[in-house]
């Protein structure tokens, strides 16, 4: 049991997903393209929590990195196999696949399953398919959700298809980076709040199993970890926090952007406002990002979101300066696409990081240490 937070340091409990415990209920977050590779995701493991590697243009990273052309299911498999060894024995690894990379998707499922990953974090759209595609054995399978509705809509598929429910369940509120959930008008209205869209989050956990409901989107120190779980979250997923750590792999220019961001530099962009996202759906960044100061119509080529030969959230829309391209601005912010405007996304709390740290030395702060 724990007391409502006031400043007090408290011991923080393990947490128990499946087949896996992590000593801390600390999950880092799936940062694409790359900024949450093997090295910050081993060394978050090595330090008792989640770390998660992002599978967006793993394919294109690691052969890159390894001078020969390689297919995303080995390109998984190597990611993932650096990182359970940078980890260390008995820490779980996992990896965050986006449902919105269809070309991609099955495959990498395929071959995290194969690697023996412990857990699958899947969002960017609702995974409805998640359970066909392999027998998951030992992977724990983890939608990300923004809502109550948005699980029940996933359980109800996934008992219909595969008699399967979620081993846990990310809840990502509107204080998230890039990508949101939410509609503009809904950002900022309390009522759309992680604290208010919890509990029947939770309700509904518990009506199903009672699996374990991991909350993201603003969550920034100690207390916040404690405040989440006193309301009966077992874990909390943090973005911004790892990106401005030594073992990150974003771009020194990106690490301090962020170190030196103020609140009125964050920024939450769409259409209307433009430049902004081609999925059309709210983007939190940095207004310092090369891209989105940049005069340019978006030059989709990398394949990530490829249909029928274009990028598929573009089609349809004849006015592209209006967007920017996601796949290169995050590639050029990890340092794969120098010849790119870099694009920085951000949670709401970034403009209060002011140092990059060790994972060592993030993980004891977050702990109370």
């Known amino acids: 049991m724990f007391p409502q937070p006031g400043g007090l340091v408290m011991k923080l409990p393990e947490m128990s997903v499946k087949n896996f415990t992590t000593h801390k209920p600390m999950v880092q977050g799936g940062m694409g393209v790359y900024v949450s590779g093997y090295p910050l995701a081993g060394a978050v493991s090595r330090e008792g929590g989640l770390g998660v590697i992002s599978s967006a243009g793993l394919r294109d990273i690691v052969s890159l990195r390894e001078n020969e052309k390689v297919s ?96 846990a369940v990310v809840l990502e509120g509107p204080k998230a980076g890039g990508h949101l959930g939410f509609k503009m008008n809904e950002i900022d209205d309390p009522e759309f709040s992680l604290e ?76 209307e406002d433009g430049p902004a996202s081609p999925c059309g759906l709210p983007f939190r960044i940095l207004k310092c990002s090369p891209m989105y100061s940049a005069s340019r119509e978006a030059q989709c ?25 996601i796949c290169n601005g995050l590639l050029s912010s990890a340092g794969y696409a120098p010849e790119e405007p870099a694009l920085y996304t951000v949670g709401t709390n970034a403009y209060r990081v002011d140092k990059i740290l060790s994972v060592a030395d993030l993980m004891a702060e977050l702990r109370g240490e």
């Open 196 to 271: 208010k869209i919890l509990p029947p989050v939770l309700e509904m956990a518990h009506q199903h199993g009672d699996f374990p409901v991991i909350v993201a989107g603003g969550i920034y120190d100690h207390s916040d970890i404690v405040k989440f779980l006193a309301m009966g979250a077992k874990g909390v997923q943090m973005g911004t926090r790892f990106l401005a750590t030594i073992e990150s792999s974003a771009t020194q220019e990106y690490k301090q952007a962020v170190v030196g961001a103020t609140e009125a530099d964050i920024h939450v962009v769409c259409p």
């Open 301 to 325: 080529n990398r394949g990530y979101l490829l249909h029928k030969g274009s990028c598929e959230a573009m089609q349809g829309k004849p006015n592209n300066s209006k967007y920017f391209c």
């Open 72 to 167: 995303t299911y080995i390109a998984v498999r190597k990611e993932i196999e650096m990182a359970q060894d940078l980890a260390g024995p008995g820490n779980p690894i996992g990896i965050n696949i986006m449902w919105a990379l269809r070309n991609t998707y099955q495959d990498t499922i395929r071959a995290a399953i194969d690697a023996g990953v412990d857990a699958i974090i899947s969002g960017a759209g609702l995974p409805t398919d998640l359970p066909t595609i392999q027998k998951p054995g030992k992977t724990a399978l983890i939608p990300i959700v923004s809502s109550h509705r948005a699980l029940r809509a996933i359980l109800k598929r996934w008992e219909e298809r595969a008699g399967y429910r979620p081993d």
